[in-house]
């Protein structure tokens, strides 16, 4: 059972946008709209941040922005802020009750 | 508020078994399914497996298919990941984690550190 695949890293400048994408087939990201977005920082728990494709929990930055086309899934992060920094991972639902996370990617900001 | 409070960390030896608990508050357990998924050091997060507390049944990745087993106690409103044969790449942080519904996993246990060595 294979990852889904996300860039391994991304970086930004404050105050600039940037778009994480993950990657993965038919059987799970293009097979259903059940793709989460997670931040997780070292020595936390994950963080939920976008649920069923484009949904902000409350309590989330509307600077987080959830997408899907076919087979890719996106996060835009606008406004980039230091507090950003983070690893930030995808997951899928993929078929027969079973789900998968992406590879992760580590945001950096400049 | 939902809260997910796991045991504490362990030390065992290759070959030994792991048993992590998850015990829920501030929600009906029976209500969500709960989710197993480790972080091995400096790796990405990847998913155990899923039970449903009300019935009790599970789903296990088939990665770990013959080595985890996952069980609940709805008397104390907790969940266990069993890991048996461990490895030395079985060094990982263990989390539990509630889904919502859709892999939305909204509450996270704040992980289990299992360290592996002889």
């Known amino acids: 059972q294979s990852a889904l695949t996300q860039p391994a890293s991304v970086s930004g400048s404050p105050g600039q946008s940037i778009t994480l994408s993950c990657t993965g087939t038919s059987s799970d990201v293009g097979g259903y709209n059940f793709v989460s977005w997670y931040q997780h920082h070292p020595d936390k728990a994950p963080k939920l941040i976008i649920f069923e494709v484009n949904n902000r929990p409350s309590g989330v930055s509307d600077r987080f922005s959830g997408s899907k086309s076919g087979i890719t899934a996106s996060l835009t992060i606008s406004g980039l802020q230091a507090e950003d920094e983070a690893d930030y991972y995808c997951?899928?639902?993929?078929?027969?009750?079973?789900?998968?996370f992406g590879s992760g990617t580590k945001v950096t900001v400049l | 508020q939902v809260h997910l409070v796991q045991s504490g960390a362990e030390v065992k030896k290759p070959g030994a078994s792991v048993k992590v608990s998850c015990k829920a508050s501030g929600y009906s357990f029976t209500g969500y399914y709960l989710h197993w998924v480790r972080q091995a050091p400096g790796q990405g997060l990847e998913w155990m497996g899923l039970?449903?507390?009300?019935?009790?049944?599970?789903t296990v990745a088939q990665k770990f298919q013959d080595r985890v087993s996952l069980t609940r106690d709805t008397f104390i409103d907790t969940a266990y990941m069993e890991l048996s044969g461990l490895r030395s790449d079985d060094a990982a942080l263990y989390y539990c984690?509630?889904?919502?519904?859709?892999?939305?996993?909204?509450?996270w246990g704040q992980g289990t550190l299992v360290t592996v060595s002889s």
């Open positions: 984690t509630r889904d919502q519904g859709g892999a939305t996993f909204d509450s």
């Open positions: 997951s899928s639902y993929r078929r027969s009750d079973t789900y998968v």
């Open positions: 039970i449903n507390p009300n019935k009790g049944g599970s």
